[in-house]
Nanobody, 124 residues
Framework: QVQLVESGGGLVQAGGSLRLSCAAS????????MGWFRRAPGKDREFVAA????????RYADSVKGRFTISRDNAKNTVYLQMNSLKPEDTAIYYC?????????????????WGQGTQVTVSS
Protein backbone atom coordinates (compact mmCIF):
# COMPACT_ATOMS: atom_id res chain seq x y z
CA GLN A 1 0.00 0.00 0.00
CA VAL A 2 1.04 3.55 -0.71
CA GLN A 3 -0.53 6.60 0.84
CA LEU A 4 -0.30 9.93 -0.98
CA VAL A 5 -1.27 13.30 0.44
CA GLU A 6 -1.27 16.42 -1.73
CA SER A 7 -0.99 19.96 -0.42
CA GLY A 8 -0.26 23.47 -1.64
CA GLY A 9 -3.35 24.21 -3.66
CA GLY A 10 -5.26 27.43 -3.38
CA LEU A 11 -6.55 30.53 -5.15
CA VAL A 12 -4.14 32.55 -7.26
CA GLN A 13 -4.43 35.25 -9.88
CA ALA A 14 -3.53 34.59 -13.49
CA GLY A 15 0.20 34.90 -13.98
CA GLY A 16 0.91 33.78 -10.43
CA SER A 17 2.64 30.69 -9.07
CA LEU A 18 1.93 27.81 -6.76
CA ARG A 19 3.95 24.81 -5.61
CA LEU A 20 2.13 21.59 -4.97
CA SER A 21 3.58 18.87 -2.77
CA CYS A 22 2.76 15.19 -2.55
CA ALA A 23 3.96 13.29 0.49
CA ALA A 24 4.20 9.52 0.13
CA SER A 25 4.32 6.77 2.71
CA UNK A 26 3.93 3.03 2.89
CA UNK A 27 6.49 1.78 0.40
CA UNK A 28 9.99 2.57 -0.77
CA UNK A 29 9.05 5.78 -2.53
CA UNK A 30 12.36 6.19 -4.32
CA UNK A 31 11.84 3.05 -6.45
CA UNK A 32 8.87 4.35 -8.40
CA UNK A 33 8.06 6.98 -10.95
CA MET A 34 5.44 9.54 -9.96
CA GLY A 35 2.92 11.58 -11.84
CA TRP A 36 0.68 14.61 -11.51
CA PHE A 37 -2.76 14.70 -13.09
CA ARG A 38 -5.63 17.14 -12.98
CA ARG A 39 -9.36 17.23 -13.50
CA ALA A 40 -10.96 20.47 -14.55
CA PRO A 41 -14.68 21.10 -14.01
CA GLY A 42 -16.70 19.10 -16.51
CA LYS A 43 -13.65 17.38 -17.99
CA ASP A 44 -11.89 14.07 -17.67
CA ARG A 45 -8.76 13.61 -15.63
CA GLU A 46 -5.67 14.39 -17.68
CA PHE A 47 -1.94 13.90 -17.46
CA VAL A 48 0.16 16.87 -16.37
CA ALA A 49 3.69 15.66 -15.61
CA ALA A 50 5.70 12.60 -14.60
CA UNK A 51 9.13 11.99 -13.13
CA UNK A 52 11.35 8.92 -13.06
CA UNK A 53 12.30 7.20 -9.83
CA UNK A 54 15.68 8.92 -9.62
CA UNK A 55 14.39 12.23 -10.96
CA UNK A 56 16.57 12.38 -14.06
CA UNK A 57 13.72 11.95 -16.57
CA UNK A 58 10.55 13.98 -16.83
CA ARG A 59 7.54 14.25 -19.13
CA TYR A 60 5.04 17.05 -19.50
CA ALA A 61 1.74 17.67 -21.18
CA ASP A 62 2.08 20.18 -23.99
CA SER A 63 -0.33 22.51 -22.21
CA VAL A 64 2.05 22.99 -19.25
CA LYS A 65 5.45 22.59 -20.88
CA GLY A 66 7.70 25.53 -20.05
CA ARG A 67 5.46 26.67 -17.17
CA PHE A 68 5.36 23.69 -14.80
CA THR A 69 8.26 21.77 -13.30
CA ILE A 70 8.05 18.41 -11.59
CA SER A 71 10.73 17.39 -9.10
CA ARG A 72 11.22 15.01 -6.22
CA ASP A 73 13.12 14.66 -2.98
CA ASN A 74 13.48 10.96 -2.22
CA ALA A 75 14.94 11.68 1.20
CA LYS A 76 11.67 13.39 2.10
CA ASN A 77 9.43 10.98 0.15
CA THR A 78 7.93 13.98 -1.59
CA VAL A 79 7.24 14.99 -5.17
CA TYR A 80 6.60 18.59 -6.17
CA LEU A 81 4.89 20.46 -8.96
CA GLN A 82 6.05 24.04 -9.39
CA MET A 83 3.46 25.91 -11.41
CA ASN A 84 4.34 29.30 -12.88
CA SER A 85 2.52 31.65 -15.23
CA LEU A 86 -0.76 30.13 -14.21
CA LYS A 87 -3.79 30.55 -16.44
CA PRO A 88 -7.52 30.28 -15.67
CA GLU A 89 -7.59 27.07 -17.71
CA ASP A 90 -5.21 25.50 -15.17
CA THR A 91 -8.07 25.55 -12.65
CA ALA A 92 -8.60 21.94 -11.57
CA ILE A 93 -8.20 19.42 -8.83
CA TYR A 94 -4.61 18.19 -8.96
CA TYR A 95 -3.75 14.62 -8.05
CA CYS A 96 -0.47 12.85 -7.57
CA UNK A 97 -0.09 9.18 -8.34
CA UNK A 98 2.54 6.45 -8.17
CA UNK A 99 3.45 4.04 -10.95
CA UNK A 100 4.77 0.83 -9.40
CA UNK A 101 6.23 -0.22 -12.77
CA UNK A 102 8.24 3.00 -13.04
CA UNK A 103 7.42 3.34 -16.71
CA UNK A 104 7.13 7.17 -16.80
CA UNK A 105 3.80 6.68 -18.48
CA UNK A 106 1.16 9.30 -19.21
CA UNK A 107 -1.70 6.77 -19.09
CA UNK A 108 -4.00 7.16 -16.11
CA UNK A 109 -4.70 3.44 -15.98
CA UNK A 110 -0.99 2.67 -15.49
CA UNK A 111 -0.89 4.39 -12.11
CA UNK A 112 -1.53 2.26 -9.08
CA UNK A 113 -2.21 4.60 -6.17
CA TRP A 114 -3.70 8.07 -6.03
CA GLY A 115 -3.98 10.90 -3.57
CA GLN A 116 -7.20 12.69 -2.71
CA GLY A 117 -6.31 15.79 -4.69
CA THR A 118 -5.81 19.48 -3.98
CA GLN A 119 -7.84 22.28 -5.54
CA VAL A 120 -6.10 24.92 -7.65
CA THR A 121 -8.16 27.91 -8.75
CA VAL A 122 -6.74 30.56 -11.06
CA SER A 123 -8.72 33.77 -11.34
CA SER A 124 -8.59 36.01 -14.40
Amino acid sequence: QVQLVESGGGLVQAGGSLRLSCAASGRTFSRYSMGWFRRAPGKDREFVAAISWIGSLTRYADSVKGRFTISRDNAKNTVYLQMNSLKPEDTAIYYCAVDLHSSLTIAITDYDYWGQGTQVTVSS
